[in-house]
T-cell receptor
Framework: GQSLEQPSEVTAVEGAIVQINCTYQTSGFYGLSWYQQHDGGAPTFLSY????GLEETGRFSSFLSRSDSYGYLLLQELQMKDSASYFC???????????FGKGTRLSVIA | DGGITQSPKYLFRKEGQNVTLSCEQN?????MYWYRQDPGQGLRLIYYSQIVNDFQKGDIAEGYSVSREKKESFPLTVTSAQKNPTAFYLC?????????????FGPGTRLLVL
């Protein structure tokens, strides 16, 4: 079976840093992705980790530890527009679809 | 501009009626996917296709059907057998062999039952 666990809700203050964790149990593992979805909108790709370590893209960073079946998305200098749902997703093998977590709703407050 | 289009944005279904959701992409992607999203929930895979004239069931295929006659198009039919069809439906595409790590999503169709 495949399962991904992430917190359902997180609240953080504008300008602060927030970390959204994701643990996974899947039959195979190629990599971990993160997607952002604003209310009523479509998910958009944020990052992908295939190897252990930290990947940085502007204010967003993503981390993976394959041995711990764990990753996180780090958002720095939070802005109000970062309020959205964030989904982690696993690629079980090279030709199988992504498996998504249930998402973390991030609320950024003033 | 390349992208994925879905139509209509809102769709109303009467009891016992089949309805078809459109998905078109001009990204030249081989793989296409249909997901269902319920409020506060993640994305659940309905069907996917990695090549023209071939498709596979996802986790919740019952009550749905698809076709893939053209690379650009992957329509989803919600049949009368789907007893709880109210949801947000998302179509996506990707390039196979890249591990599926980057999927591009359309704007979605919200289906409501009258």
């Amino acid at each position: 079976g495949q399962s991904l666990e992430q917190p359902s809700e997180v609240t953080a203050v504008e300008g602060a840093i927030v970390q959204i964790n994701c643990t996974y149990q899947t039959s195979g593992f190629y990599g971990l992705s993160w997607y952002q979805q604003h209310d009523g909108g479509a998910p958009t790709f944020l990052s992908y980790n295939a190897l252990d370590g930290l990947e940085e893209t502007g204010r967003f960073s993503s981390f993976l530890s394959r041995s711990d079946s764990y990753g996180y998305l780090l958002l720095q200098e939070l802005q109000m527009k970062d309020s959205a749902s964030y989904f982690c997703a696993v690629t079980p093998s090279g030709n199988t679809p992504l498996v998504f977590g249930k998402g973390t709703r991030l609320s950024v407050i003033a | 501009d390349g992208g994925i289009t879905q139509s209509p944005k809102y769709l109303f279904r009467k009891e016992g009626q089949n309805v078809t959701l459109s998905c078109e992409q001009n990204l030249n992607h081989d793989a296409m996917y249909w997901y269902r999203q319920d409020p506060g929930q993640g994305l659940r895979l309905i069907y996917y296709s990695q090549i023209v004239n071939d498709f596979q069931k996802g986790d919740i295929a019952e009550g749905y059907s698809v076709s893939r006659e053209k690379k650009e198009s992957f329509p989803l039919t919600v049949t009368s057998a789907q007893k709880n069809p109210t949801a947000f439906y998302l179509c996506a595409s990707s390039i196979p062999g890249q591990g599926g790590e980057t999927q591009y999503f359309g704007p979605g169709t919200r289906l409501l039952v009258l």
